[in-house]
């Protein structure tokens, strides 16, 4: 697996440990505050029903009565203040004298509430599928009795778990939100630094190349130039010399324009994109190449059809002439160039043919790596860089297109740029 993918991984586990306790802890929260919320609303009833029993209890008409009158007695004033939900508890027996409420009550002496005097307080026990809140409060003036609350709180624990499922979701959602958020984010990341290294790269063999094909004219030059300081020469000797001197000096200028154009090209992608006509393209292009090509009485055609095309026009420019120097170096005198613009097949296409010497077909696959030549001796002569076709590739690709290139040798080449 990538470092970047493990990366990811580990983020994405680090985040799912932050939320299952933070969810754990939000349903926590939810659930205690709902249930103290509901033990103190039956606290509150519990309460009132205490204060009320106590206030309407007349002791000296109790013990008056007789052992049936007393039971009757408590019955009325228990139901007459507590009411439903409630039951009365003789602590001697922990019995239920008087249960008002849908169960049956035993074994109250382990309820188990850690203050019997807070009416607050409360315990959940659990019934079959029921939950039930148990509450008790002693009573002061009838001693030797506790009023027990029973209330069922089922539908609490239900809401508190389609709760549960509910923060389970959202917590789900966010994790899978922020899992293709860093997913997306740290590839995007990684694929712009894999892209930066492979311009970086292809800049660093462009260098090592540069500093390799400056290396021949150089030193003809210094060469030349140092047998004019030291040796005398005769005139047409010294013109010699400084033809060629002149010669390699146009040579490294062509090189270095060329190779600062496709090194900001790899720097520079904040080109200029608008609607353009082929044929107002064409038109600067030819207009352009004519002078070349009529001094080396090469015929230079045109044939477009009318469409436009978004674009950036001094690049696309830039390509076409490009291809037309290698055409017009490639063709002898006599010879002729086609420049067509036209579409197919829902492609827009740009091409340049020419009747020159053509390549051969074990060089097609490497006319397009910078400085690469297929005949050297003839390309430095015309002030060949091998940079042309580099950065037609590049301009290009930069319109989303490609380069297609088909050459017979001793019949010509046709290189069209597919949009």
Not at 168 to 174: K, Q, S
Request: hydrophobic share 40%.
């Amino acid at each position: 697996m990538k470092l970047w993918k493990r990366t990811v991984l580990l983020m994405l586990v680090t985040l799912l440990c932050a939320l299952i306790p933070v969810g754990a802890l939000s349903i926590y929260v939810t659930g205690n505050r709902r249930l103290n919320n509901a033990a103190e609303t039956y606290g509150r009833q519990l309460e009132n029903g205490k204060t009320l029993l106590e206030q309407f209890w007349d002791n000296s008409k109790y013990e008056q009565m007789s052992e049936s009158g007393k039971k009757a007695y408590m019955g009325f004033q228990f139901q007459r203040c507590c009411g439903a939900g409630m039951a009365l508890i003789d602590k001697k027996s922990n019995a239920a004298i008087e249960n008002l409420t849908d169960y049956e009550v035993v074994g109250i002496e382990n309820l188990g509430l850690k203050n019997e005097n807070d009416p607050y307080a409360y315990k959940i026990q659990k019934l079959g599928k029921k939950y039930l809140l148990l509450q008790k409060v002693v009573l002061s003036k009838l001693e030797g009795y506790d009023v027990l609350s029973v209330r069922e709180v089922t539908g609490l624990f239900t809401e508190l778990r389609q709760t549960a499922g509910w923060f389970t979701g959202i917590y789900l959602a966010v994790f899978l939100i922020a899992g293709l958020f860093i997913y997306m984010m740290m590839k995007r990341t990684v694929e712009r630094m894999e892209k930066l290294q492979e311009v970086a790269e292809k800049q660093e063999l462009l260098m090592g190349a540069l500093s390799h094909e400056m290396r021949t004219p150089l030193t003809s030059i210094i060469g030349y130039s140092d047998t004019l300081r030291h040796v005398k020469l005769k005139d047409e000797q010294k013109d010699r010399a400084l033809e060629h001197i002149n010669r390699e000096g146009k040579r490294l200028e062509a090189l270095s324009g060329k190779m600062l154009q496709l090194l900001g090209l790899y720097q520079n992608h904040a080109i200029q994109m608008e609607m353009t006509p082929a044929g107002e393209l064409l038109k600067n292009v030819i207009d352009m190449e004519r002078e070349p090509a009529e001094k080396k009485n090469v015929q230079l055609k045109t044939e477009y059809e009318a469409f436009s095309m978004k674009m950036d026009a001094a690049l696309m420019e830039s390509l076409l002439v490009n291809l037309i120097d290698n055409a017009l170096k490639a063709t002898v005198a006599g010879g002729s160039i086609w420049v067509k613009a036209y579409e197919k097949a829902g492609k827009k296409i740009f091409e340049v043919s020419d009747t020159g010497i053509g390549i051969p077909e074990e060089e097609l696959g490497k006319i397009t790596d910078a400085f690469y030549m297929v005949d050297k001796s003839r390309s430095r002569k015309e002030g060949g860089s091998g940079l042309g076709l580099a950065l037609c590739v590049k301009v290009a690709e930069l319109h989303g297109g490609f380069l297609q290139i088909e050459s017979q040798p001793g019949e010509g080449t046709t290189v069209r740029a597919v949009f």
